[in-house]
């Protein structure tokens, strides 16, 4: 067992674990902190995706003792004071979602990629999500929320929903 | 930002179906406040992890758990014949045919195994990382038995999947026109072609899939209070509640299943799983919760895969392209075993190959036969894609033979919109539809005409990146289904769906519905069409679903039923409310029933303005201080139904890729669709559910497919081999809609869970064939890899490797029998 302390989602936290235990069962199992989910032990379909040192990392590919004295964020610490994070709200209002496994990674993600390039062309935006696999939606309403949470408009989907509404 | 949106101000009813609502289920799914099986921890909850055969057919000559079950921590470990008495045969809903062969299916091996990823033995320990490493130490012997793997091969009894059974061939099903009355003889329509007139005979490949829903399926069980309550990751807990009692023995009553959030199944969650079977023994034997949640390898592996035809197709016209006569010939892959519904799949394609074409005669002939591999069931579209597949690609063979543009062959054979009902050559009655509308606007949203004309100039130019454009005019049957007809067709259980109202004493209304949703936003969707029904707001009404002890009734979500089946029993329901309302109206009112209106929320006395809110006499109900006589105290209402046809949404899908002809690479350039699935309850949602439906069935015509090697082991068995798409692989697509309401529903919905998948696939291969034909391609096998395409390409050029042969650390990293499947399939390709 070895003794790390880390802070997660603004606590800080004390623990001994198992030099293997992955990040994302030290978050699920230790913590509680279900939010974060496992997709794929591979590390191919970024479900698992949370913020360490504020930079997207995929905690199935991340030591629990890797962790230590770093700080780490999850889906559950992105809303602040009952506000979404913007990103969360963008996918809310693009339907950028359906069953919803994926999407806690997904928008973990989006919030790095926006972060290195704030006003991304569509393909960027593609390819900066590339790590990150969704069955449900074909990605087209993901592309839009991450254009929409960049204060871009968001195309196509916007139009069309107008037009299907009236 | 918050969830919660504000009401509109305006009064005129409907004012919530037809609205773009946001989805009231996200506010949890965006910030991680989810209950997804796997997060459930129990005091006491035990572990499972299990032991699966690395070969596809084996005797089981030994199994040794001595030092598995000394392992500190490991509480036990069950095996097939510890628990043959009690874990019972998988079921099997759909024997297709009264003869149908099926070997039993133990939820662990007894003493043989049938596919690679079987179960052989279960261990149980305090945590989930103890109960794998102990898994690791299990010992098993094997006797490798010959595995059946190719299809056609196992078609032809080489090698047997159960020698028990004697043969692979589980039943033959046909339908023929001339026998069920509803058309001509196929056999006539095809010599008087052959003679007369244009034949087109195919071979089509529809390659196994993988559902690969995201969340990895997980199962809880806990048997410490009096009833059993399971968690499971499901698309049917009702479905599980009864094999439970009905294969382990367990009473009904007994057992309480729950689906909480469930992420994705697309089919793939509709089964009783072994898994789920032994986590049940497991938990009752050991008196404590077990958990057992899969790794994505064993899901890829042993959940229950899709598709896997041979198609041998005859298709007949007479010279002016007027279509006559269809004949359809399936070999379709079972897998090992028959799973709840693996007999019946290709089954439900036997009344969509004919489509949306006015064939005269038409015949289907279905052979299910084993093999060693994970059986096959339901995976998005079941059965229809491979039926829209086939007839999609042969009338654009068609239009091809005749030297017409492929939708002019469409609309010379298609039923026009004056035709509904139209009764087709399937036996089916199409009740509404309008697919020269559907077209008409697909064609200017793709813009139609001007990519045909690049296409020219791209021909003409020699352009190494040609373009190709891809037509599917598909429809589909939705709306599983009336209960009859199931019972006709041999299928074990009905197909209606159940809701509840309640009205709560404070005016909030709860609806709980027997569909359980795992994605689709039912509980935005079901709140909109109550909150028009009742005149409630949307934000009043909270749905329920997806826990036997609450939704006591129900058939669940699949097939594109839950709208059209379950939507139209929420609708019955809500009447009943009002219907319940109205003597309690007329009595506080002191009117007569019969003057009693109901309007947008409010029971009036007509041509007065006296009037109560059905909040109001909700209350009035519950305080039940002053009621007629003989009036229970309650608005509350159920209602069951059970449809009396199906429902047939269509549409016209067109799509345009470019390949590169030097490389074999396909990029998507445009796909335009537009589809009329009835009235749209959720524009936001609809759309969503076409998106994400585009891109399984685009997947299938580019990118998947599950590849076995030679001995019968899953090569795809990791999200590295199975290709599923990422955002950076696909495009944004151009989605609208037409719609021709259905008759044979209240609200004139149609469902649109499947449609995507079912037309984009032929639309994406059409369009790959059409970038070819220049080269004298008339297929390319799914899925189209770039090296399959310029094979097809270079079929008849000489270059058949591209130069000397590839050798040593640059060759692929399979062995040739690995690959072979994969690069095979362009033989189809003439000069």
Redesign the interface.
């Known amino acids: 067992m070895t003794r790390i302390t880390l802070t997660v989602d603004g606590a800080k936290y004390i623990d001994d674990v198992?030099p293997r235990m992955l990040l994302v069962?030290f978050l699920?199992?230790r913590l509680?902190?279900?939010?974060?989910?496992?997709?794929?032990?591979?590390s191919?379909?970024g479900?698992c995706t949370v913020h360490l040192d504020g930079r997207s990392v995929k905690s199935c590919n991340v030591l629990a003792v890797q962790a230590d004295g770093h700080e780490v964020t999850?889906?559950?610490g992105?809303?602040t004071n009952?506000?979404?994070h913007?990103m969360?709200?963008a996918?809310?209002?693009c339907?950028a979602?359906?069953?919803?496994?994926?999407?806690?990674g997904m928008?973990m993600q989006a919030i790095d990629l926006l972060q290195d390039n704030p006003s991304p062309s569509?393909e960027e935006?593609?390819?900066g999500?590339?790590?990150?696999?969704?069955?449900?939606?074909?990605?087209?309403?993901?592309?839009r929320a991450v254009q929409t949470a960049a204060g871009q408009p968001a195309?196509?989907?916007a139009a069309?929903?107008e037009?299907?509404?009236s | 930002m918050t969830v919660t949106e504000d009401r509109p101000t305006d009064t005129g009813a409907p004012k919530e179906i037809g609205r773009d609502r946001r989805r009231k289920e996200d506010q949890r799914l965006i910030t991680g406040r989810t209950r997804w099986t796997d997060n459930i921890q129990l005091p006491g909850m035990l572990h499972l992890a299990m032991v699966r055969s690395p070969y596809a057919h084996a005797r089981i000559t030994r199994i040794d758990t001595t030092v598995a079950k000394q392992t500190p921590n490991v509480v036990a470990v069950l095996t097939g014949e510890d628990v043959k008495d009690e874990q019972g045969s998988l079921p099997n809903a759909w024997p297709i045919t009264e003869d149908q062969k099926a070997p039993p299916h133990p939820a662990v091996a007894v003493d043989r195994v049938a596919f690679a990823g079987e179960i052989v033995a279960v261990v149980v320990a305090r945590t989930a990382a103890e109960a794998r490493d102990a898994a690791e130490l299990v010992d098993v012997d094997y006797e490798e038995l010959p595995a059946a793997v190719d299809l056609k091969q196992a078609a032809a009894d080489a090698v047997l999947a159960h020698p028990d059974l004697g043969t692979n061939k589980s039943a033959f099903w046909q339908y023929d026109s001339a026998t069920a009355g509803t058309g001509g003889a196929v056999d006539e329509a095809i010599e008087e072609a052959r003679t007369n007139g244009v034949l087109i005979e195919r071979e089509y490949r529809q390659q196994r899939l993988i559902p690969a829903f995201m969340e990895p399926r997980s199962v809880v069980s806990d048997p410490t209070g009096e009833q059993l309550t399971v968690w499971t990751a499901t698309q049917v807990p009702h479905f599980v509640r009864f094999f439970i009692a009905v294969v382990l023995g367990v009473p009904e009553s007994k057992v309480r299943v729950i689906a909480p959030d469930v992420g994705g199944g697309f089919g793939g969650k509709l089964q009783f799983t072994p898994e789920e079977a032994i986590t049940v023994v497991a938990s009752r034997r050991l008196g404590k919760p077990c958990k057992y949640t899969e790794t994505r390898s064993e899901s890829l592996m042993a959940a229950h895969h899709g598709r896997d035809q041979w198609q041998q197709l005859t298709l007949a016209a007479t010279k002016d392209g007027t279509v006559t006569g269809l004949k359809v010939d399936l070999i379709a892959d079972m897998g090992a075993y028959l799973g709840l519904v693996t007999s019946g799949i290709p089954i439900l394609g036997a009344f969509m190959f004919n489509s949306i074409y006015k064939f005269a005669a038409y015949q289907f002939n279905c052979t299910n036969v084993f093999t060693n591999k994970t059986w096959t069931d339901a995976y998005r579209g079941a059965g229809r894609p491979e039926a829209t597949f086939a007839i999609e690609r042969l009338m654009d063979e068609l239009a091809a033979e005749l030297g017409v543009d492929p939708l002019e062959i469409r609309e010379k054979n298609w039923i026009k919109h004056e035709e509904f009902p139209f009764s087709t050559v399937a036996g089916m009655e199409y009740d509404s539809g309008n697919y020269e509308a559907a077209t008409a606007k697909a064609k200017e949203l793709f813009g139609y005409d001007e990519l045909r004309a690049e296409q020219r100039r791209r021909r003409d130019a020699g352009d190494p990146v040609q373009l190709g454009i891809g037509v599917s005019t598909f429809t589909e049957m939705c709306g599983l289904a009336p209960s009859r007809v199931l019972g006709n067709l041999r299928y074990a259980a009905g197909g209606w769906e159940h809701a509840s109202v309640r009205m709560l004493a404070t005016g909030k209304v709860e609806v709980v519905t027997g569909t359980s949703p795992h994605g689709q936003g039912h509980e935005t969707a079901w709140s909109q069409i109550v909150a028009d029904r009742l005149g409630v707001p949307f934000e009043d009404v909270e749905v329920l679903h997806g826990d036997t002890q609450i939704a006591h009734k129900g058939l669940d979500t699949y097939g594109s039923r839950s709208l059209t089946v379950g939507g139209e029993a929420l609708v019955l329901a809500a009447d009943k409310v009002i219907e319940n309302a109205k003597p309690i109206a007329a009595h506080l009112l002191e009117a007569s029933i019969e003057d009693i209106e109901f309007n947008d929320g409010k029971l009036s006395v007509r041509g007065t303005d006296r009037g109560m809110a059905l909040g109001e006499l909700a209350l009035a109900a519950f305080a039940a201080h002053d009621l007629p006589d003989g009036v229970e105290p309650t608005l509350d209402a159920e209602a069951t139904f059970d449809p009396v046809n199906f429902s047939f949404p269509h549409g016209t899908h067109l799509c345009a890729v470019e390949i590169d002809t030097e490389t074999g690479g396909v990029t998507m350039r445009k796909y335009a669709c537009v589809d009329d699935v009835g009235t749209i309850i959720n524009p936001l949602i609809v759309e969503g559910q076409v998106h994400g439906g585009l891109l399984q069935g685009i997947a299938q015509a580019l990118w998947e497919e599950a590849v076995h090697d030679d001995a019968g082991t899953l090569v795809s068995a990791s999200f590295v081999d199975y290709l599923v798409p990422t955002a950076a692989d696909t495009i944004s697509f151009d989605v609208d809609h037409t719609t021709s309401p259905s008759t044979t529903n209240t609200l004139g919905t149609k469902g649109v869970g499947e449609a995507g998948t079912i037309a984009s696939t032929p639309a994406v291969v059409n369009a790959v064939v059409d970038a070819l034909r220049p080269f004298g391609v008339n297929d390319v096998r799914m899925p189209c890899t770039p090296e399959r395409i310029w094979k097809a390409i270079h079929a008849h050029d000489g270059a058949q490797s591209g130069g000397a042969p590839t050798e040593g650390a640059a060759a692929p990293h399979f062995d040739e029998a690995d690959t072979a499947d994969r690069s095979a399939g362009t033989e189809g390709a003439e000069q």
Do not use: M, W
């Open positions: 198992e069962h699920r199992e509680g902190k279900t939010g974060t989910v496992v997709g794929c032990d591979t191919n379909c479900a999850t889906i559950e992105l809303a009952g506000e979404l913007p969360q709200a996918f809310h209002e339907h979602l359906q069953c919803g496994y994926c999407t806690p928008i569509e935006i593609r390819s999500l590339e790590g990150n696999l969704c069955r449900c939606t074909g990605y087209h309403n993901i592309v195309g196509g989907a069309t929903l037009e299907s509404a």
